[in-house]
């Protein structure tokens, strides 16, 4: 259903696919992550609950993910850290959202 959605949507301009920066890749999220590029369906990555551990794992965690992603394609998306808790990359993402709304504005004038 999910996938219907998002492949008839005529006005989706970009996917957020939040993950658990906690959990080490699972393949569920990277099989939908490579449908969403098979069908051309422009996504960022936003990891969440970033607080929940050290930075050094943060990193470690994000870099594990890029490897991953690098498996099945050349080029990584834009990806987010975050944590609603700390307010972690609350302005990256609204920065994100308003550059796309323009987009879609100029898109459609
Ligand atoms: N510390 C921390 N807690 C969070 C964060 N995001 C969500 N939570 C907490 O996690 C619980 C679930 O919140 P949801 O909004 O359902 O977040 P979710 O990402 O869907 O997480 P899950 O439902 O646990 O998979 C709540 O108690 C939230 O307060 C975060 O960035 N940091
Ligand atoms: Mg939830």
Redesign the pocket.
């Known amino acids: 259903m999910i996938r219907d959605y998002l492949k008839f949507r005529k006005n989706l301009i970009s996917v957020y696919v ?1 993950i ?1 920066i906690r959990l080490e890749a699972q393949a569920i999220d990277i099989r939908f992550i490579n449908w969403l590029r098979e069908k051309g369906i422009p996504f960022s990555i936003v990891f ?5 551990i050290s930075k050094q794992k943060v990193s470690s965690a994000v870099e594990q993910y890029k490897k991953e992603l690098l498996k099945s394609w050349e080029e990584l998306p834009v990806i987010f850290v ?5 307010k972690l990359g609350r302005d990256e993402i609204l920065d994100s959202i308003t550059a796309f709304n323009k987009e879609y504005k100029t898109l459609n004038r």
């Open positions: 939040l658990d969440t609950k970033a607080d929940k975050t944590s609603s808790e700390k």
